[in-house]
């Protein structure tokens, strides 16, 4: 693993700093202004999971075209673009001043944080890498586990003692002074190394799907939805994590604890499941990776503790990790890796659809019902029978 990591080291770095860059559009990061954003343009929890949803939707649909473009345009000028697309978007958000605006604040931070930017680390380790393809996948990881790890104690503390607009800038500065020259530096001879045997494997892989044909594909169908349900259900819960908490009685510096436990057992999953699709395939591992989630879960119809917080959020992280290699190995193992950026554009697409539609759905319930008990069901429910159409996938040649 040592030697590994030394011998590309560079390509690794890239794939963890741009990962870790992501969570400036991650739900995690955006939700800890959920308060502050509602209470400045007197927005309800149904009002703004709607106005996310749709802004997230609409940044899935352009992830479509400007995904794809990783297979045309250079690393180099793709990476650079979604940094200061990123770095601008969170200016904007330090000076919102309407809900017009905020809604572009939050389709722009979808688009070029959680989605070009995850979708940028997952597509280069999946492509650049075969025999240690899961190994990659689990070290660039790496990135999305210490963001959530760090920047909830950062935000925590900067909007407390400076404010929300404060936090944005900061946000902004930091994203074009730190990523911009690091990325910059690892990119500047734009010349990473496919790992030893990727040629070989272009060249059996006369099966390199075409995007359109994938669509076409039966099996594509029955993993789909398990690929899928950690983007609903995390985006969710994490998105109204502070009146979740409220209702819980859980403080805001509760929770930002928690993102420790969550980052670290996202650490735990990504490097366990790293080490189980290099041995057996993603394919084959991927039905079983949200059991600690489903458990936690349960646990969580029972009791309210602080301590179940901890436990709540770090089977998030667990599953979360596990689900992150397996689903992008999954792929690069069914449909190869020549048009991977089209197909992981499609992905990603996909994801942010799913992750679009929970946070209305789950402000919605919680304004009802002012309890999380009908989302654990629902989510234990679709765990249950995606889980099963995934078995299913492992049967069909």
Same mark, same amino acid.
Request: glycine share 8%.
């Given at each position: 693993?040592?030697?590994f990591?030394y011998?590309?080291?560079?390509?690794?770095i890239?794939g963890?700093?741009?990962?870790?860059?992501?969570?400036f559009?991650?739900?995690?990061?955006?939700?800890?202004?959920?308060?502050?954003?509602?209470?400045?343009?007197?927005?309800?929890?149904t009002q703004f !999971?709607?106005?996310?949803?749709?802004?997230?939707?609409?940044?899935?649909?352009?992830?479509i075209?400007? !995904?794809?473009?990783?297979?045309?345009i250079?690393?180099?000028?793709?990476?650079l673009a979604? &940094?200061i697309?990123?770095?601008?978007?969170?200016?904007?958000a330090?000076?919102?001043?309407?809900?017009?605006?905020?809604?572009?604040?939050?389709?722009?931070?979808?688009?070029?944080?959680?989605?070009?930017m995850?979708?940028?680390?997952?597509?280069?380790?999946? #492509?650049?890498?075969?025999?240690?393809?899961g190994k990659?996948?689990?070290?660039?990881?790496? !990135?999305?586990?210490?963001?959530?790890?760090i920047?909830?104690?950062?935000v925590?503390?900067?909007i407390?003692?400076?404010?929300?607009?404060?936090?944005?800038?900061?946000s902004?500065i930091?994203?074009?002074?730190?990523?911009?020259?690091f990325?910059?530096?690892l990119l500047?001879?734009?010349? /990473?190394q496919?790992?030893?045997?990727?040629?070989?494997?272009?060249?059996?892989?006369?099966?390199?799907?075409?995007?359109?044909?994938?669509?076409k594909?039966?099996?594509?169908?029955?993993?789909l939805?398990l690929?899928?349900?950690?983007?609903?259900t &995390?985006t969710?819960?994490?998105?109204?994590?502070?009146?979740?908490?409220q209702?819980?009685?859980?403080?805001?510096?509760?929770?930002?604890?928690?993102?420790?436990?969550?980052?670290?057992?996202?650490?735990?999953g990504s490097?366990?499941?790293g080490?189980?699709?290099?041995?057996?395939?993603? #394919?084959?591992v991927?039905t079983?990776?949200?059991?600690?989630?489903?458990?936690i879960?349960?646990?969580?119809? /029972?009791?309210?503790?602080?301590y179940?917080?901890?436990?709540?959020?770090a089977?998030?992280?667990?599953?979360?990790?596990?689900?992150?290699n397996?689903?992008?190995?999954?792929?690069?193992e069914?449909?190869?890796?020549?048009?991977?950026?089209?197909?992981?554009?499609l992905?990603?697409?996909?994801?942010?659809?799913?992750?679009?539609?929970s946070?209305f759905?789950?402000g919605l319930i919680?304004?009802?019902?002012?309890?999380?008990?009908?989302?654990?069901?629902?989510?234990?429910?679709?765990?249950?029978?995606?889980?099963?159409?995934?078995?299913?996938?492992n049967k &069909?040649?």
């Amino acid at each position: 693993m040592i030697n590994f990591v030394y011998k590309n080291s560079n390509l690794l770095i890239f794939g963890f700093l741009i990962a870790f860059a992501s969570g400036f559009g991650q739900t995690f990061f955006i939700s800890l202004f959920s308060e502050d954003f509602r209470e400045t343009f007197n927005l309800t929890n149904t009002q703004f !999971g709607s106005l996310y949803s749709i802004a997230t939707i609409l940044s899935a649909i352009t992830i479509i075209w400007a !995904g794809k473009l990783i297979d045309t345009i250079s690393l180099k000028k793709y990476t650079l673009a979604i &940094v200061i697309g990123l770095s601008i978007t969170c200016f904007f958000a330090s000076i919102v001043f309407n809900v017009i605006l905020l809604f572009f604040v939050i389709y722009f931070l979808r688009l070029f944080g959680q989605g070009l930017m995850g979708h940028t680390s997952r597509t280069t380790m999946a #492509r650049y890498f075969k025999a240690n393809r899961g190994k990659a996948l689990a070290i660039s990881g790496f !990135g999305f586990s210490f963001g959530e790890m760090i920047y909830p104690f950062v935000v925590v503390i900067l909007i407390l003692s400076f404010g929300w607009r404060i936090t944005w800038f900061s946000s902004s500065i930091f994203i074009i002074l730190f990523f911009g020259i690091f990325l910059l530096c690892l990119l500047r001879k734009d010349n /990473f190394q496919s790992e030893t045997g990727f040629e070989n494997e272009q060249n059996q892989n006369s099966f390199s799907w075409r995007r359109r044909d994938v669509l076409k594909d039966f099996k594509f169908y029955l993993y789909l939805p398990l690929t899928l349900i950690m983007s609903f259900t &995390v985006t969710g819960f994490l998105f109204h994590q502070v009146f979740i908490g409220q209702l819980n009685n859980w403080s805001m510096i509760d929770i930002a604890k928690s993102f420790i436990f969550y980052a670290i057992c996202g650490i735990g999953g990504s490097i366990v499941s790293g080490l189980l699709v290099d041995k057996f395939s993603g #394919r084959k591992v991927i039905t079983f990776h949200l059991i600690p989630m489903a458990s936690i879960f349960i646990v969580m119809l /029972f009791s309210n503790h602080v301590y179940v917080l901890y436990l709540y959020m770090a089977g998030l992280g667990l599953s979360n990790g596990l689900t992150e290699n397996m689903s992008n190995s999954l792929w690069a193992e069914m449909y190869g890796v020549k048009n991977l950026g089209a197909i992981r554009a499609l992905l990603t697409f996909f994801g942010v659809l799913a992750s679009a539609s929970s946070p209305f759905l789950f402000g919605l319930i919680l304004d009802e019902t002012k309890s999380i008990n009908i989302i654990i069901y629902m989510s234990l429910s679709l765990i249950l029978i995606f889980s099963t159409m995934s078995f299913i996938g492992n049967k &069909v040649k």
